[in-house]
């Protein structure tokens, strides 16, 4: 089979997200089920299972092992990437598009409020000299905006605007975390975290989890499967680990991602009609804009505002944050908006992962008839 050849998106199942009550089994069951049913194919039909989820999340060592049967893996081909959950759908592109697989189900969870994220995250930084400056990815957002935003707009008045906005949008997704738009006041009243960054301002740790069917044009016309979207470019591009060496550029891997992503869609970005950012604190949607090149350098807030290209229309990280799953589900939501959009409709979701976004992939996607 061809690395060129199309690869869709034939089903979608996103849990509604915040803090469950029941266990990690309920709900990898409940995205797998969802998924299958949405795409009206059952499970036998599968070729792989590929998945995301971490060890120091679920409690246990080898995690996957416990997940496999719930997630429909049971005597199939089973992979765990221990990525963000983008990384999961990027190798079952290649699984399909080297010709291994047909069929596969893509799946990501996380069950934050079981854990504290911000322990296991800062075991992500280098262990000499980073990790004793107790550095994790709250610190790390502050630090990206504090090298990446304009001094003119840290200010609390835009902060706001930004919360708000991001809510607003938050508020029409019925599987959304965080859906109150708050008060100015209550927002002042938001516990300072670093830097000028505020609790609100980062994204909540959200219990959740999502799964796509992934699968040929001949798998979909042989099960009656009517394909979402299709997959037409991926990039991903990893920094450097040790923070002082990218200084200059420490935002090299995402424009990169997002270059090559566009490239091997052959698609310029005045094509993309909506962009899910994996934002790690609402500050830094402005820097995502201009560093992907949506932007010019200085005007990513203002363009954001103004509404000059529809940005995180599902909310955003800061709506919901599924440790660990963030970028599959940025995904899933520009699938869930293509399925209602023209045909044609063109899309950009991009995930990131490690110590201040060291490792970054992005992902075009567009609606098919």
Known sequence: MAVDTPVYIAGYYISPHGVRHDTVHDLIYEIAKGALQHAGLQ???IDALIHTNYDWLDGKGISSL??????GGNLKEESKVSDDGIYSLFYATLRIRTGLARCVLVAGYAMSSESEPRLFNNLAFDPFYQRPLELDDHIGA???????????W??????YQLLKALRERGAGNATAHEKKVPS???YERSPAVAGFLRQMDLPPDSDG??????CTAEFAEEHGLRPVASIKGFGASTHTHYLG??????????????EKALASAECSREKVDFVEFSEPCTYMIGPLLEISGFSSPGKGIEDFLKGSLTVNPSGGNTCAHPTGTAGLLRVAEAVKR?????????ALAHGWSGPLMQLNAAVVLEKVS
């Open 43 to 45: 499970q036998e039909k």
């Open 66 to 71: 416990h997940v496999v049967d719930g997630l």
């Open 142 to 152: 502050a630090v990206l905006a504090e090298a990446l935003v304009d001094k003119s």
């Open 154 to 159: 840290r200010t609390p008045e835009t902060g």
């Open 184 to 186: 100015y006041e209550e």
């Open 209 to 214: 989890g999502v799964a796509l069917v992934v």
């Open 245 to 258: 060496h990218r200084l200059q550029n420490i935002l090299g891997s995402f424009q990169k991602a997002c």
């Open 338 to 346: 293509l399925d209602n959009a023209p045909d044609g409709t063109c």
